[in-house]
């Protein structure tokens, strides 16, 4: 990586589920999102899978992204309602990674992400 510092400060709790985070990139937050704590890194393409979590509606959904450090530009991967979804780790423009919905069995994804058009966070 280029030094770029990287920080997840806690930011709240779910009722009975996992600790939520803000994450920072240098220092300057990526405001009005809040996210689950796992992440991975691929310090080659200087990149953080992380996954977001939205709450204040009746569904929780999730939603994975992956962000590249320097720019601060976000590709949006995939989506779970009323579950979570994990990164587990990346093989070059792909992106291996794990549903978690509550109800059900989880199921293993990868995503190629280089044909995704990136978005400014």
């Known amino acids: 990586m280029n030094n770029q510092q990287i920080n997840l400060d806690y930011a709240d709790e779910i009722a009975m ?4 985070y803000r994450l920072s990139i240098d220092g300057s937050p990526i405001k009005k999102k809040i996210f689950f704590k796992a992440c991975v890194l691929d310090s080659e393409r ?3 899978a992380i996954t977001q979590y939205s709450y204040g509606t009746e569904d929780i959904e ?5 962000i590249d450090i320097e720019s601060k530009r976000g590709f949006e991967i995939s989506k779970q309602t009323n579950g979570y979804i994990e990164p587990l780790r990346f093989e070059g423009s792909r992106l291996f990674y794990s549903t978690h919905p509550f ?4 199921d293993q994804f990868e995503r190629d992400f280089s044909d995704i058009r990136p978005t400014t966070f």
């Open 103 to 106: 109800n059900a069995a989880g």
């Open 46 to 48: 200087n990149q953080i």
């Open 62 to 66: 999730s939603t994975l992204w992956v």
């Open 17 to 20: 589920g996992p600790r939520l």
